[in-house]
């Protein structure tokens, strides 16, 4: 297995990247892991807040601060608040893929995976007149055929993966896919969603405590020269208080001559011009077991 690059030649004087990305989840989270959660009124609007509140929230802040930023809509998010995502496409930010109904790709077959991956695009595509070059598997789980399913239908980039710290080309038979890896401490949702009968134990952490803990991880990352990308859910920082916490982590990172803020999408198109040699992630073989 080859060893991944230590570093990478970020633009101008920028010695890392960094990038505020949001999953506009909205109640598709709650409807792929039950439909029948469609009949509890209370825990829809939970998730409506997002997309009613949070994102119109979330667009101020980065407006303030002067950058752009990834949003990954899953297909029924789109058809559902067209107007939302219009508006976000419409301030200039990159709208990628999330699924259709955030469903869990985990197990699935190359071809029940590809009609999702087919429906997710050509509602995104239909709502924003664009079609996605980005993805991030709901859940963060792809299966060892998804990126040959995701390059097959021209994306020039998956963030899902979480085995560097720097951006890599993963090998997709004799092509590659460029991947911006992420990881769990950096997603919002194991700091702050809890839904009955749906998700969390019924912690819901402070900002104060959260932001602290980001703003390290920030810096460890920007040590390394390495790329941070931040998750969130407008349902989750789109309330006041988290959201005025991921601000702090905004004005931090633009005050930075050294970081370059930037979007997934402007990253991978970085990333593919560098000409990276592709590297493979291998499966474990049972027969080692």
């Not at 506009?24 to 807040?49: K, W």
């Not at 005025?244 to 011009?273: F, K, M, N």
Request: charged share 20%; glycine share 8%.
């Amino acid at each position: 297995m080859t060893v991944p690059a230590e570093t990478i030649a970020w633009p101008g004087a920028a010695k890392c990247a960094a990038s505020f990305s949001f999953d506009v989840d909205a109640e598709s989270a709650m409807l792929a892991v039950d439909h029948g959660h469609a009949t509890r009124m209370s825990a829809v609007s939970h998730q409506a807040y997002g997309p009613l509140v949070g994102v119109p929230r979330i667009l101020k802040i980065l407006a303030r601060h002067g950058i752009t930023s990834t949003f990954f809509v899953p297909g029924y998010t789109a058809l559902r608040y067209p107007d939302v995502i219009r508006s976000i496409a419409a301030e200039g930010h990159e709208i990628a893929h999330h699924g259709y109904l955030h469903e869990a790709m985990a197990g699935l077959s190359a071809e029940e995976e590809a009609v999702i991956l087919d429906r997710g695009l050509e509602a995104l595509e239909r709502v924003t007149g664009s079609r996605p070059t980005g993805y991030r598997a709901p859940m963060w789980e792809l299966n060892w055929h998804s990126p040959k399913l995701l390059h097959d239908r021209g994306f020039l980039y998956d963030s899902s993966l979480m085995d560097a710290d720097h951006p890599y080309e993963l090998t997709v038979g004799s092509e590659s896919l460029v991947e911006i890896p992420i990881q769990w401490a950096l997603d919002d949702w194991e700091q702050y969603c809890f839904v009955p009968d749906f998700s969390g134990t019924g912690l819901i952490e402070s900002p104060t405590k959260v932001a602290e803990m980001w703003r390290l991880e920030f810096d460890g990352m920007r040590a390394v020269g390495g790329c941070f990308v931040l998750t969130n859910h407008p349902f989750l920082s789109g309330r006041p208080s988290r959201a005025a916490a991921l601000e702090g982590l905004v004005e931090y990172a633009c005050s930075l001559d050294d970081v370059w803020v930037s979007p997934l999408g402007a990253i991978a198109q970085h990333v593919r011009g560098l000409g990276l040699t592709p590297r493979s992630v291998e499966r474990p073989d049972p027969a080692d077991f």
